[in-house]
């Protein structure tokens, strides 16, 4: 069982930046993929951004070249670096863990433990 937690949500303005982290529990962190979706008020949680248990990554295209994934193994912790926001970024931000290594990276469903979200507000 894999318990995440999502921090450094909150209002910004258009072209500012946040960092997003996610800390997981357990022993085997460096053994998961791991992602950041979103969700928007009355949308479906879509994809951002995953890097998986190497170090690759893949951004969705709305935010590549503005937003950055990384990990820190040692510190069971995923980071989402966020630059030039804008309004269109609001939404409340979710971290997934997976170690399903082959399938769709993008789909909610590949994904088996989720945090609890963080707000992100990107004012205009």
């Known amino acids: 069982q894999v318990q995440l937690v999502e921090s450094g949500g909150g209002l910004v303005q258009a072209g500012g930046s946040l960092r997003l982290s996610c800390t997981a529990s357990g022993r085997t962190f460096s053994t998961y993929n791991m992602a950041w979706f979103r969700q928007a008020p009355g949308k479906e949680r879509e994809f951002v951004a995953v890097i998986s248990w190497s170090a690759g990554t893949i951004y969705s295209d709305s935010v590549k070249g503005r937003f950055t994934i990384s990990r820190d193994n040692a510190k069971n912790t995923v980071y989402l670096q966020m630059n030039s926001l804008k309004p269109e970024d609001t939404a409340v931000y979710y971290c997934?863990?997976?170690?399903?290594?082959?399938?769709?990276?993008?789909?909610?469903?590949?994904?088996?433990?989720w945090g609890q979200g963080t707000q992100v507000t990107v004012s205009s």
């Open positions: 997934a863990a997976t170690r399903r290594y082959y399938g769709d990276y993008s789909l909610t469903t590949e994904y088996d433990y």
